[in-house]
Structure formats: C-alpha cells, structure tokens
Nanobody
Framework: VQLQASGGGLVQAGGSLRLSCTAS????????MAWFRQAPGREREFVALTRWSRDSTLYADSVKGRFTISRDSAKNTVNLQMNSLKPEDTAVYYC???????????????WGQGTQVTVSA
C-alpha cells in the first residue's frame, strides 16, 4: 500500500489548511494511521493518529484543540484539518501507516512522501 500526501502550502498565522493522505490499496481494519512532521534541523515528531476502523484519536499536546484527524473509508483517505496555524507548525508533514497505537515513528512501516506546510507570521 502506497500513501500519497497532499494539501500543503503557504498560509498566514491563524489560517487553516487541510492535508489528505490517500492509500493506493486496501487498509486493514486493524491499521493505525498517523501524521508526523519534521521541521528543518529537528527530528520528526508525532502529530496525530487514528485507528482505521474506529473513531479513536490521539494528538500531540502542541496541536490539541487546533488539529483534527479524520478518515474517509470510502475514499481510502485520512485527513488532517489544521486550524489556528502558528509559525511553529511550519514543517514537512508525513502520513504513515502502522499496526500499533504508538507515537514513535519506528512503529510505522509505510510512509507518504511528505507535504510542505509553511506558516508565515
């Protein structure tokens, strides 16, 4: 299964963006889908995750209340709605697929190519 991320761009602080991650094949019900991000000079960090078959979600403290992860089973897509964006949200955002409820990137075995999000002050 290949993952294709899209939706990044340039936005002013306080604005919104919606990222999408589309899978090319079947995603099993036990899968966990996540978003990570990596800013220049920093390690990749966890942003949000959801189970493919349930409405369970988990967020990093830094995005809680501003970002929402959701899935669209009919479109084989996981979305990340990002509101009230801050300059510190600037990063390349990656979607990932795994089988564990985990926030560490090592738990994920399939990654999208990344999409750039830039938030200007």
């Amino acid at each position: 299964v290949q993952l294709q991320a899209s939706g990044g761009g340039l936005v002013q602080a306080g604005g919104s963006l919606r990222l999408s991650c589309t899978a090319s094949g079947r995603i099993y019900s036990s899968a966990v889908m996540a978003w990570f991000r990596q800013a220049p000079g920093r390690e990749r960090e966890f942003v949000a995750l959801t189970r493919w078959s349930r409405d369970s979600t988990l967020y990093a403290d830094s995005v809680k209340g501003r970002f929402t992860i959701s899935r669209d089973s009919a479109k084989n897509t996981v979305n990340l709605q990002m509101n009230s964006l801050k300059p510190e949200d600037t990063a390349v955002y990656y979607c990932a697929r795994g089988s564990q409820w985990a926030t560490h990137q090592n738990a994920y075995f399939s990654w999208g190519q990344g999409t750039q999000v830039t938030v200007s002050a």
